[in-house]
């Protein structure tokens, strides 16, 4: 079946506009997971939703950031007010459960997103 | 304090060489282990992971991973390496704190010259 899949490719932004960035996860799969990737470095854990329970977003540097998950399916991160620090790509994931961490994430091809 | 540590940021490997990619974790309790690659502009794939039982996992390919209780190792290994093979790999373990995170590893290039 279908992948994880991410929309837009690439966003080239404006400092001080808003952007939003979406992620369409595997069917069937109730875990979703956004990460954020800055150039050549490690993945950086912004927020994580699990079926109708209230999203973990401990990983939000900043109050510009947001999040939502429609209907248990398609996310939409939302970064109002953008930064030249908010440019990196950022990565969507789902897996089926978090099964005590065990699930296997499987991650959408990112949204590059540079601020100008 | 939990970790996962990739000691090479890069790795060269000649073509038809074996090639290791090495990390080490420190986490309590039985990790669960993972490895991913990821290509160039392209998001990161699961090539294997390490949950229970045997010690030695086969993954996508061609991959193997042999996890080291007493060593706290994870390493990624392939007997013969390709061109094709380069690419930034990641490893990371299940956060023991959480049902559902992963501490993840900064990564470690992997360049395969012909």
């Known amino acids: 079946g279908a992948g994880v899949s991410q929309s837009p490719s690439n966003k080239v932004t404006e400092k001080g506009k808003d952007v939003e960035l979406r992620c369409d996860p595997i069917s069937g799969h109730t875990a979703l997971y956004w990460y954020r990737q800055s150039l050549g470095q490690g993945l950086e854990f912004l927020i994580y939703?699990?079926?109708?329970?209230?999203?973990?977003k401990s990983g939000l540097p900043s109050d510009r950031f947001s999040a939502e998950r429609t209907g248990g399916s398609v996310s939409t991160l939302t970064i109002q007010r953008t930064q030249q620090e908010d440019s990196a790509v950022y990565l969507c994931a789902s897996s089926l459960a978090p099964r005590g961490g065990a699930d296997t994430q499987y991650f959408g091809p990112g949204t590059r997103l540079t601020v100008l | 304090a939990q970790s996962v540590a990739q000691p090479e940021d890069q790795v060269n490997v000649a073509e038809g060489n074996p090639l290791t990619v090495k990390c080490t974790y420190s986490v309590s309790g039985n990790p669960y282990l993972f490895w991913y690659v990821q290509y160039p502009n392209r998001g990161l794939q699961f090539l294997l992971k390490y949950i229970t039982g045997d010690n030695l996992v086969k993954g996508s390919y061609g991959f193997e991973a042999e996890f080291n209780k007493s060593q706290t190792s994870f390493h990624l290994k392939k007997p013969s390496a390709l061109v094709s093979d380069s690419a930034l790999y990641f490893c990371?373990?299940?956060?023991?704190?959480?049902?559902?995170?992963?501490?993840w590893g900064a990564g470690t290039k992997l360049i395969i010259k012909p």
């Open positions: 990371a373990v299940r956060d023991m704190d959480s049902n559902y995170q992963l501490i």
């Open positions: 939703f699990q079926g109708n329970s209230a999203p973990d």
